[in-house]
T-cell receptor, first 106, second 117 residues
Framework: TQLLEQSPQFLSIQEGENLTVYCNSSSVFSSLQWYRQEPGEGPVLLVTVVTGGEVKKLKRLTFQFGDARKDSSLHITAAQPGDTGLYLCAGEKLTFGTGTRLTIIP | DAGITQSPRHKVTETGTPVTLRCHQTENHRYMYWYRQDPGHGLRLIHYSYGVKDTDKGEVSDGYSVSRSKTEDFLLTLESATSSQTSVYFC????????????????FGPGTRLTVL
């Protein structure tokens, strides 16, 4: 089983601050996905990264896939209350990380 | 939004009773999945289907069975519910499965909160 560890598990910051959350594994992945889940709803796909070293931007969110394809990060610039949610990374074989629960305080 | 519904949305049952959860899609996607979500464990795959009557086990399949007699419906059955099966259950769909070099987007339903007393 390919394990994905996410850190931190919980993060609470003020609106306007920057933050980075991480997804790490000892296994090599051909691709990684990031999902965001809001309370009472199912996860929604944010991005898929497939190339080692790849960087993708989605407005204020920047996703990076590690060169060795064993890790990924999500950086949020100038966080807003709408960014609040559970962020999950997912690898192939339908493996999900345990998630980072992010709270942005207005 | 992808057309995925789950029923029931909430259920309370007693230990030892059978329970069936239903997932219905209107997207005609080939792949369907059942996950459970528990604090500290994230999403864990129970079973998945890659076509009508074609199913396979996931990471935590013990105590669960599935059936898919039509493209649009995927049923999850707990043969004899136990308290350890108290969880939030999510159904998901995708057009294709995981393939080398890429992954298909999964669309998730709203979830079913199951409590086994």
């Amino acid at each position: 089983t390919q394990l994905l560890e996410q850190s931190p598990q919980f993060l609470s910051i003020q609106e306007g601050e920057n933050l980075t959350v991480y997804c790490n594994s000892s296994s090599v992945f051909s691709s990684l996905q990031w999902y965001r889940q809001e309370p009472g709803e199912g996860p929604v796909l944010l991005v898929t990264v497939v190339t080692g070293g790849e960087v993708k931007k989605l407005k204020r969110l920047t996703f990076q896939f590690g060169d060795a394809r064993k890790d990924s990060s999500l950086h949020i610039t100038a966080a807003q209350p709408g960014d609040t949610g559970l962020y999950l990374c997912a690898g192939e074989k339908l493996t999900f990380g345990t998630g980072t629960r992010l709270t942005i305080i207005p | 939004d992808a057309g995925i519904t789950q029923s029931p949305r909430h259920k309370v049952t007693e230990t030892g009773t059978p329970v069936t959860l239903r997932c219905h899609q209107t997207e005609n996607h080939r792949y369907m999945y059942w996950y459970r979500q528990d604090p500290g464990h994230g999403l864990r795959l129970i079973h998945y289907s890659y076509g009508v009557k074609d199913t396979d086990k996931g990471e935590v399949s013990d105590g669960y069975s599935v059936s898919r007699s039509k493209t649009e419906d995927f049923l999850l059955t707990l043969e004899s519910a136990t308290s350890s099966q108290t969880s939030v259950y999510f159904c998901a769909i995708s057009e294709s499965g995981w393939a080398s070099g890429g992954a298909s987007e999964q669309f998730f339903g709203p979830g079913t909160r199951l409590t086994v007393l």
